[in-house]
């Protein structure tokens, strides 16, 4: 609020495609997808029909008690995509709320199995999964959690196997597996559940790491009986190339012991149209609240759960998806690195990673100042484009729309805002950080 008083929002009337309009009619190259949701393209004409249908249909009944067709036909086709490994969904609102709800249910799945002891969490150094309560318990960004610390129940933090020196990688991802082994060596009894990004910690600056990870981090979950939680909140839909990022570290036959526990997903799943999330979770956790005692169901609830409209909306985004998006996701992917080309190639960035449709670089640290976020960001909107860097890391994660004349654009605004922002931050250029 106090940075608006110096550099208002920016005011949108409308988008279409991978743009944005503002008030003024000038155009904004969306290349963070509106914070990762926007997967088609604003106003995509499908998802649109598939929620004015449902609109004038069924907005909305409550599911205690209750179902309908979008909810049903939504987590039959996620469960499809898994093999029916993670035949049940559960739905939220939110990318925060699903966290919180697997959390509780690996908990709750614990204590109904007579494991009381088991009451901690781990989760990877530099995470991220939600701001609520418990979604802060495992989340190690400083900025969103530390005013709250005294209301959080830690998790126990365990390195990250993510290293952005591509050469150091390997032993990087050695290092974090054996600490992961020694934690639950000794303290498995007290664990219900790892939590981790697949593939790509998102908010603590796009830091990426092998699937290898993972395949080693389930072998261990569950050689210890831990829980294995996937939070595909930003990593899924198709943002690494393939529908979940957990996809790329399975065998050619996989089985229900080479996958998670839990998935969530959220952001991407309705095309950037309306809020929901789902937690997708195994049998035997959906067995363990079989029962007629109360206290022993799974108790989570709002009163937009499995909202007819978000369901259709997620329903049409799988269809625009399965109808040739998935299968140009490698053509997608090779866009992107064209448009990064020039912006890889500078002498004051490194670090260059990319992981299919997600690609990030960092400016060198005797180029980039405390502001140089929000120089960055506001250079962007002097060229048409709508970025926002995480600390001096510039990431673009732009819907799967891009084409040669895109990328040609997304590449001279890229350059161009970066020159700006680091060659005179004085003109016209905030030195307020972005919100």
């Known amino acids: ?175 974090a597996l054996e600490a992961l082994e020694q934690v639950l060596q000794t303290q498995a009894d007290e664990i219900c559940a790892l939590i981790l990004e697949p593939l790509v910690q998102a908010a603590s600056g796009m830091n990426m790491y092998p699937p290898g990870y993972l395949r080693r981090a389930r072998q261990l979950c569950t050689q210890y009986g831990v829980h294995l939680i996937a939070d595909e909140i930003a990593v899924g839909c198709g943002r690494t190339g393939r529908f979940f990022a957990w996809e790329h570290s399975l065998p050619s036959n996989p089985q229900a012991a080479d996958w998670p526990d839990f998935i969530t997903l959220s952001k991407g799943i309705t095309g950037g149209t309306l809020p929901l999330s789902i937690v997708l979770c195994q049998h035997p956790i959906y067995q363990a609240f079989l029962s007629e005692d109360i206290a022993r169901g799974f108790l989570h609830s709002h009163s937009y759960t499995g909202n007819p409209l978000a369901c259709a909306a997620a329903l049409a985004t799988l269809d625009a998806l399965e109808d040739g998006v998935l299968a140009a996701l490698p053509q997608q992917a090779d866009f992107l690195a064209a448009a990064m080309q020039t912006l890889r190639e500078d002498s004051r960035t490194e670090n260059y990673r990319q992981i299919g449709c997600i690609a990030a670089c960092d400016v060198k640290a005797e180029y980039a100042s405390s502001a140089f976020s929000a120089q960055m960001h506001l250079a962007g909107r002097e060229h048409g484009l709508l970025i926002r860097p995480i600390g001096r890391s510039i990431y673009v994660m732009p819907p799967f729309v891009l084409d040669a004349p895109l990328v040609a654009f997304l590449q001279q605004a890229l350059q161009q805002s970066l020159d700006l922002a680091l060659g005179n931050p004085q003109a016209g250029i905030s030195k307020t950080v972005a919100i």
Not at 61 to 76: D, F, I, N, S, Y
Not at 93 to 115: C, I, P, T
């Open 1 to 175: 609020m106090q940075l608006a008083q110096r550099q208002p929002p920016l005011a949108i009337s409308r988008g279409q495609g991978a743009w944005l309009y503002g008030e003024d009619d000038k155009a904004y190259f969306d290349a963070i997808s509106s914070w990762w949701v926007n997967l088609l393209g604003h106003a995509h004409p499908g998802i649109a029909q598939g929620i004015t249908a449902q609109l004038q249909r069924l907005p909305h009944v409550m599911l205690a008690g209750c179902t309908h067709e979008p909810a049903v036909a939504l987590a039959e086709r996620l469960s499809v995509r898994t093999g029916g490994h993670l035949g049940h969904a559960f739905y939220g609102s939110d990318g925060a709320s699903a966290v919180e709800v697997a959390l509780k249910m690996s908990f709750h799945y614990w204590r109904n199995l007579g494991q009381s002891k088991k009451r901690r969490f781990l989760c990877l150094a530099g995470s991220y999964h939600g701001e609520t309560l418990g979604a802060l318990g495992v989340t190690d960004v400083a900025i969103f959690r530390s005013t709250y610390s005294d209301l959080i129940t830690a998790a126990l933090l365990i390195p990250s196997p993510a290293h952005a020196d591509v050469r150091e990688q390997e032993a990087q991802m050695q290092a």
